[in-house]
């Protein structure tokens, strides 16, 4: 079975400044692919980044980037710069197999 | 280029009713999943289907049938409905390739009184 945790319920970072957003995981699968969406407060899922298991190294996409660390079963999302624009709910998510799981989401407020 | 689309997007239904939410994707994707979101719970998997006539179940599958008879639509059935099933439903789909994300329709806000 896979489980993600997210033990964030919430976060609050200052416009400019770079915040981290924990996520942690668990699987018996050696294949497998994680992924960080967005959910602003109109509701729709915007995918951001996404780390292979095997990918060598950490990926990164304009101002995310994800700190994967296998060993530790992280996978970390990096936001740098946060914009006014970045408040909302992230959810961090792992696909081994058919399924796609979800951590429970962490909820960021960026303020002026 | 639609994408996902979901149908409704609103539904306020009374307990004991029945309803079936239609989930469309013009992307030739062979996964599709449907999920309710409620506060503090991020998103649970329904269920799940990996091709045409093809169905499985997810975390939470109680209460719901889902059918998959043409590739590009996944239906999503509550056939007695409870006030418990009060939630967003999201449907998404996927290529099979893990490395592929999976896009997401607008949801389905249900309320059952």
């Known amino acids: 079975a896979q489980k993600i945790t997210q033990t964030q319920p919430g976060m609050f970072v200052q416009e400019k400044e770079a915040v981290t957003l924990d996520c942690t995981y668990d699987?018996?699968?050696?294949?497998?692919?994680l992924f960080w969406y967005k959910q602003p407060s109109s509701g729709e899922m915007i995918f951001l980044i996404y780390?292979?298991?095997?990918?060598?190294q950490n990926a990164t996409e304009g101002r995310y980037s994800l700190n994967f660390q296998k060993a530790r079963k992280s996978a970390n999302l990096v936001i740098s710069a946060s914009q006014l624009g970045d408040s909302a709910m992230y959810f961090c998510?792992?696909?081994?197999?058919?399924?796609?799981?979800f951590g429970k989401g962490t909820m960021l407020l960026v303020s002026p | 280029n639609a994408g996902v689309t979901q149908t409704p997007k609103f539904r306020v239904l009374k307990t004991g009713q029945s309803m079936t939410l239609l989930c469309a994707q013009d992307?030739?994707?062979?996964?599709m999943y449907w999920y309710r979101q409620d506060p503090g719970m991020g998103l649970r998997l329904i269920h799940y289907?990996?091709?045409?006539?093809?169905?499985a179940k997810g975390e939470v599958p109680d209460g719901y049938n889902v059918s998959r008879l043409k590739k590009q639509n996944f239906l999503l059935g509550l056939e007695s409905a409870a006030p418990s099933q009060t939630s967003v439903y999201f449907c998404?789909?996927?290529?099979?390739?893990?490395?592929?994300?999976?896009?997401f329709g607008q949801g389905t806000r249900l309320t059952v009184v």
């Open positions: 780390q292979g298991s095997y990918d060598q």
């Open positions: 699987t018996s699968d050696p294949s497998y692919g």
């Open positions: 998510a792992m696909r081994g197999g058919s399924t796609l799981t």
């Open positions: 992307m030739n994707h062979e996964y």
């Open positions: 289907s990996v091709g045409e006539g093809t169905t």
């Open positions: 998404a789909s996927s290529y099979s390739q893990r490395r592929t994300e999976a896009f």
